[in-house]
Every structure is written in C-alpha cells, then in structure tokens.
C-alpha cells in the first residue's frame, strides 16, 4: 500500500503537445489536440513508477482558449488540490495562451501545493516530438513537496507564473522569464532550483468567477504605435467594453491622441492600466499618468483587470 501524498494528478487541455500530423517529418501543419492525456501518459515508461492520475478538462486549441474552460480548469483544480493524497498537479496545454492561463491560476488559486504547465511546440507525431520530455520534467517538478504555486516547466526551464512569457514563435525553447528570472532547471529528470520564488499575493478565491463565463467583464487590449489614434478605443466605447488595458511604447508612453481617448474612457467608469509593448521592464507610476500596470505584461494586466472587474 503506497502513502498517501505522492499522488500527482494531470490535467489534460488539448494543445500541440496533444496533436497529430499524417506526416512525421510536419511540425506545422498538425491539428492540435487529438490525443487525450491518457494516452499521452501511456506512451511514456518513464513514468511508470509513480502515482498518477489523470483527467481531460477540455480538448481545444489554445488559442481558443475562453472564460469558460479557465472557470471549469480553476474548478477542477481546487478539487484535487483540496485532497490530502495529492502532492502536484500537472497541466497539459497549448503554448499559444499558456502564460496566461498560468497567471490567471496563480492570481486565483496561488496554490500550497505545485501546479506545473507544460507544452510542447511540435505535435506528438513528430519524428523529435518534444512534448514526452517536458511532461516528464513538469511531473518531476510537481513531486517536488516543498514547492507552491503556478509552475511552468518547458525545455529543460522552470519559470513562474508571473515570469514567464512566449517569446518564440517556432523554436523549442519557446519560452522565457523576464528579466531571466528563471526559477530552475530539470536536468536528466533532477530538478535543480537557481531562485527562490518571491512571496505571491493572496490567492483571490473561486468565488470571483463564481458569475457565468458569458457575463464576464469585457476587457480589451489596444497597442500605442506610430500614427496611434482614439479610433479604436471610441469603437470598444460604443460595444460597452469594461475595461482596456494599452501596450505602450517604452515605459507604457502613449500617442497624444490615443492617450486622449483613453482619458475619455476612464472618466465615462471604464477601468484602465497602462503596460508596455517591451518584452520586459516596468512602467512607471506618475501623479499625471494613466494607472500604471506595473512589471505585467499586456495579457498579464488584462488578466489582472479583468479579477480586479470580477470583483464588483
């Protein structure tokens, strides 16, 4: 009879790390999603020799990713997490949205326990398919006991939630931290960490999406660039968006016009943060300024406005 604690729970979600092409040799044109994450276990021996089980949340793309597959995830995870027997959980997923599905889990929940995002960038049928070796290390990573929190472990790296970022659209090292902020490595199925993780915020709770996904606030994401004008944020004015979030230039600084509209939009209740474009660094917060979103990325801020919203 084996202890209790040192089963480790995986969550399936579709994605490439799921997908399959008639060609080996087609690391492009696969179609995501194809095998449940039952089968994706079974083809790896590697780990035989622990506890696991498993379970398909959902099989989509992600970039279809929705509110209502984060709701079901955030749901489902708080289950296992709640059990005494489970020491980690693993989560397969899509590279495309996966930082911020990772964020969004960590600002929810900020688990006691590992939760650890995984992925690949080519599908399973690929002649070097490296979705086997990142499930082996997220596993490994989520058996780590004295590990919390949202974890993402891919080719060889583990970054936090807050950190990470997909900052190639092809390579197998797809993903980075900020400011190379990188928690650790897996090396040869040991989990070596370089830092410790900084203190998280509370975890806000299920109950701020308890409301239906379909009546989440609207939050939109729009970029400061050359020529930038108020057009685009006047017609998300006119859909009813709640709240924008904009990517500016440098440190989050906005074109005259479109700083105007975004103005406009927050003295008529539309929440606004300002974030940057940069792939790393904070902006600044000014007396003068739009609400600053600090060291967050756009889709970060958006996540974070859109909790803050959820909350009203």
């Known amino acids: 009879m084996q202890n209790k604690g040192d089963l480790i729970v995986i969550l399936g979600t579709g994605g490439t790390i799921a997908g399959t092409a008639a060609d080996p040799g087609d690391n492009v044109g696969y179609k995501a999603a194809q095998l449940s994450v039952e089968q994706l276990i079974a083809s790896l021996p590697g780990l035989a020799g622990r506890r696991l089980e498993t379970e398909q949340v959902a099989q989509i793309d992600s970039k279809d990713m929705d509110f209502a ?26 590279t495309d949205t996966l930082e911020e599905t990772a964020y969004f889990l960590q600002r929810l929940l900020n688990p006691v326990k590992p939760v650890v995002i995984t992925a690949a960038m080519r599908p399973a049928t690929s002649l070097q ?8 290390d997220a596993v490994a990573v989520a058996a780590q006991a004295h590990v919390a929190g949202v974890l993402v472990a891919f080719a060889g790296a583990i ?63 729009v970029m400061n660039h050359v020529g930038a004008d108020g057009a685009v944020v006047e017609a998300l004015l006119a859909q009813g968006v709640d ?19 975004l103005r406009q939009a927050h003295e008529q209740g539309v929440a606004v943060l300002r974030s940057t474009r940069c792939d790393a660094g ?31």
Do not use: C, M
């Not at 230039?249 to 105007?260: H, K, Q, R």
């Open 243 to 261: 709240g924008l979030v904009v990517a500016g230039t440098g440190n989050g600084s906005v074109a005259s016009p479109l700083e105007a509209a």
């Open 129 to 136: 398919s490296d979705g086997p070796q990142n499930l082996l």
């Open 69 to 94: 597959t984060w709701q079901q995830l955030a749901e489902k995870l708080a289950q296992h997490l709640a059990r005494p027997e489970v020491s980690g959980i693993v989560i397969t997923h899509g």
């Open 282 to 312: 904070p902006v600044s917060a000014a007396a003068d300024a739009l609400p600053s979103a600090g060291s967050l990325s756009p889709v970060k801020a958006r996540i974070e406005l859109l909790l803050t919203l959820l909350a009203d």
């Open 159 to 221: 970054h936090s939630a807050e950190q990470v970022r997909k900052v190639h659209s092809y390579r197998l090292d797809a993903f980075a931290s900020a400011e190379g902020s990188r928690l650790g490595v897996v090396e040869e199925g040991i989990v070596r960490w370089l830092a410790r993780r900084p203190s998280a915020p509370a975890a806000l709770g299920l109950a701020r999406i308890s409301r239906p996904a379909a009546q989440w606030p609207r939050v939109q994401i």
